[in-house]
């Protein structure tokens, strides 16, 4: 059975930083993109970031860009999203997602985790 478990959400102030980690088991995403995406209240899921199999292609969306990082331990199966700079907007269910291209649309990954909440206070 495929898990990906997410982790290291929770409440921050803006200009605060998290990190997030996504472990992943049941089976080896070593040669899968890994990509982050978010929901906001109200609002669709939207592209984060993602990364390629070998890390060597990073993505990020351009609200993202410059404060968040996305990188993987292929080693330890995980892939994380280091957020710096938190505003208020970027407060979001952040889910981890996998699949074979390094893609912006949801629909391409065909594995999710379950989201974990991140909440940057004014």
């Known amino acids: 059975q495929v898990q990906l478990v997410e982790s290291g959400g929770g409440l921050v102030q803006a200009g605060g930083s998290l990190r997030l980690s996504c472990a992943t088991s049941g089976r080896t995403f070593t040669s899968y993109a890994m990509a982050w995406f978010r929901q906001a209240p109200g609002k669709e899921r939207e592209f984060v970031a993602a990364?390629?199999?070998?890390?060597?292609?990073?993505y990020y969306a351009d609200s993202v860009k410059g404060r968040f990082t996305i990188s993987r331990d292929n080693a330890k199966n995980a892939v994380y999203l280091q957020m710096n700079s938190l505003k208020p907007g970027d407060t979001a269910v952040y889910y981890c997602?996998?699949?074979?291209?390094?893609?912006?649309?949801?629909?391409?990954?065909?594995?999710w985790g379950q989201g974990t909440q991140v909440t940057v206070s004014s």
């Open positions: 997602a996998g699949g074979p291209l390094i893609v912006t649309s949801e629909r391409r990954y065909g594995y």
């Open positions: 990364i390629s199999w070998g890390s060597g292609n990073t």
